[in-house]
């Protein structure tokens, strides 16, 4: 059964670029026809999607967060990472990452599993 | 972008009601909609994919329905456990509803 577990520094300073790793457990981060993605929560409140990545390095992003986004893969390590630069208060957030299967014959899968996320605060 | 609206943002309920929960598509989406629940501190769980396919191992009093434009999350005897805030989630620009807390009346 695969699992995701997101780590990385629980406190960024404004401007600076947060970094988060997603590792996978339980299965080859290669195999199958999945996509990698990172979605975000700021506290109490509702869940934004940032980005994906497929193990052959084709990416796509929220159009919101685009200029400041990168999503990367490491299949040696297992392994999905998110920078996001400049950042603000705004960004503070937990920060999930999931897995999402391709659309298939019209049906579309959505994410499952996620990671238990990750609390990133943005402050000096 | 396709904005998703979900409705009501909250409501309360008594275990063994049945419920309903909104998400309109501000064009058509065909089926490419699923519902997430959220209980505090945890990750979403997916629940229906595909507007009305039910995830393996979520029980039968889950059901989704809608294609289009409308789409519907129906908890037929809520449970307690089923108290929790619940999410759509389109997959044409990856948006998610703004959720519907389910409370305890």
């Known amino acids: 059964q695969v699992q995701l577990q997101e780590s990385g520094p629980g406190l960024v300073k404004p401007s600076q670029t947060l970094s988060l790793t997603c590792t996978v457990s339980?299965?080859?981060?290669?195999?199958?026809?999945?996509?990698w993605s990172w979605i975000r929560q700021p506290a109490g409140k509702g869940l934004e999607w940032i980005g994906r990545i497929y193990t052959s390095g084709s990416t796509n992003y929220n159009p919101s967060l685009k200029s400041r986004v990168t999503i990367s893969v490491d299949t040696s390590k297992n392994q999905f990472s998110l920078k996001l630069s400049s950042v603000t208060a705004a960004d503070t957030a937990v920060y999930y990452c999931?897995?999402?299967?391709?659309?298939?014959?019209?049906?579309?899968?959505?994410?499952?599993?996620w990671g238990q996320g990750t609390l990133v605060t943005v402050s000096s | 972008d396709i904005q998703m609206t979900q409705s009501p943002s909250s409501l309360s309920a008594s275990v063994g009601d049945r419920v309903t929960i909104t998400c309109r598509a501000s064009q058509g989406i065909r089926n490419d909609l699923g519902w997430y629940q959220q209980k505090p501190g945890k990750a979403p769980k997916r629940l229906i994919y595909?507007?009305?396919s039910l995830q393996s191992g979520v029980p039968s009093r889950f059901s989704g329905s809608g294609s289009g434009t409308e789409f519907t999350l129906t908890i037929s005897s809520l449970q307690p456990e089923d108290f929790a805030t619940y999410y759509c989630l389109q997959h044409n620009s990856w948006t998610f509803g703004q959720g519907t807390k389910v409370e305890i009346k």
């Open positions: 595909a507007a009305s």
């Open positions: 339980g299965g080859s981060i290669s195999s199958g026809s999945y996509y």
């Open positions: 999931a897995r999402e299967e391709y659309c298939t014959n019209g049906v579309c899968y959505g994410f499952d599993p």
